[in-house]
């Protein structure tokens, strides 16, 4: 979820999305990520790799906070936690005003010994993602990690959707990050790239600003079927795909925005929706089949690459009625942190949460995705599970 913005209503209303978590299990035949960190203190190691970005066990917990009102040890003391992960949104290429806001970010993950991960939004377009743009960010990024502060670099997510203006130009896409991950990967080591498109039930999301148009060479790569359209049937992310060389963690953020469209009422999740979004088997409570790949088996397991849930939440809208908030979020939360996860999904290995309290237009009013304050933050505190891991785990880089 970009921060002032939501999913398009075009794409939630074929899809809410959903929340995945990890554990330390191996998967049938084949081996989990792991990080390959000397046992020694991290504050006596070189800058880290994005080997070393990978928890040993378990699932790095993190949290996408409201960076105006809220400050991470204030978010700690409210968990009982410093959060491994904290999520932020900038512009690429940055405003002076956005870098200023990233370093004060960073200085607040140094003092909780937390990760960053910065969101890169290229909203000029993606031309606007030179090699002198590119050079600049990998050189920023080398000097974070030599500081000793650890990045997830998500860049331009949702790129199969089609209302952002990097949206729906695979060829375009996949060169663009290609161009900022060979970048990184040769000045930051410590920075991972992560590939995060969004969840395709609803693909192609006719309609967006963005879309590609018919007859159009992008709309051709998209037609993964090759019948003439881009439709339903056509794979929502495997054009966009930029290759193992250059993707270090693949990620995808997963709501509940409700059970039924339209959004805004407050309804208690399905079971098992978390696990069928992550999985592209969420058929929705009307029981509509959608041909949607398994994200989790094609891109993490399949690729051997860790998967992060970069943000979940459940809707609650104060004063809208229907169920009550700690009924629809503990339900959430229950699926996102389930033990069985650590057997079914053991690639998961980053969960964030999105804490805010923000007005969504999607619903014409205020959504409440917190879960660390009042009676719903106490209850949360008591039902994380122990393979959660946080930024003074000794399991942390």
Request: aromatic share 12%; charged share 20%.
């Amino acid at each position: 979820m970009d921060v002032g913005r939501l999913f398009a209503p075009w794409v939630i209303l074929l899809a809410s999305t959903v929340a995945a978590c990890g554990g330390p299990s191996t998967p049938e035949g084949s081996e989990p990520p792991a990080a390959r960190a000397a046992d020694v203190p991290a504050q006596e190691r070189a800058p880290r790799t994005v080997d070393e970005l990978v928890p040993r066990d378990g699932a790095w917990f993190g949290a996408s906070i409201d960076w105006s009102s809220d400050t991470l040890a204030d978010y700690a003391e409210r968990l009982g936690h410093a959060p491994a992960v904290a999520v932020t949104f900038y512009d690429l290429p940055m405003s002076e005003q956005q870098r200023t806001w990233l370093d004060e970010a960073v200085a607040q993950a140094r003092e909780t010994g937390s990760m960053l991960l910065v969101t890169l939004e290229p909203r000029s377009g993606l031309a606007s993602v030179t090699d002198p743009v590119v050079e600049e960010l990998a050189a920023l990024m080398h000097g974070y990690n030599e500081g000793g502060t650890p990045v997830f670099l998500r860049f331009a997510h949702e790129m199969n959707g089609s209302w952002y203006p990097w949206g729906q130009q695979p060829q375009a896409y996949v060169a663009a990050f290609r161009r900022v991950a060979t970048a990184v990967h040769r000045a930051a080591p410590g920075t991972a790239m992560v590939w995060a498109p969004n969840y395709g039930g609803g693909y192609p999301f006719s309609g967006g600003q963005h879309e590609a148009r018919p007859g159009t060479a992008d709309a051709r790569a998209l037609d993964t079927d090759r019948d003439g359209r881009v439709t339903q049937a056509d794979d929502p992310y495997a054009p966009y795909w930029p290759g193992p060389r250059y993707v270090d963690w693949v990620g995808m953020s997963i709501y509940h925005w409700g059970a039924v469209y339209p959004w805004g009422e407050n309804e208690v999740p399905e079971a098992g929706k978390f696990t069928d979004l992550l999985r592209g088997t969420y058929a929705g409570v009307a029981g509509d089949e959608r041909d949607v790949p398994d994200f989790y088996a094609v891109y993490g397991e399949g690729q051997r690459l860790p998967v992060a849930v970069t943000e979940t939440g459940a809707l609650y809208a104060p004063g809208r009625g229907g169920v009550e908030e700690l009924a629809i979020k503990e339900a959430w939360w229950r699926q996102v942190f389930a033990a069985d996860h650590a057997t079914d999904l053991p690639w998961v290995k980053m969960i964030t949460w999105f804490e805010w309290r923000k007005d969504e237009p999607e619903v014409g009013g205020v959504v409440d995705w917190t879960v660390t304050r009042g009676p719903v933050g106490e209850r949360f505190r008591t039902e994380l599970p122990a393979w959660l891991r946080y930024a003074e785990d000794p399991t942390a880089p």
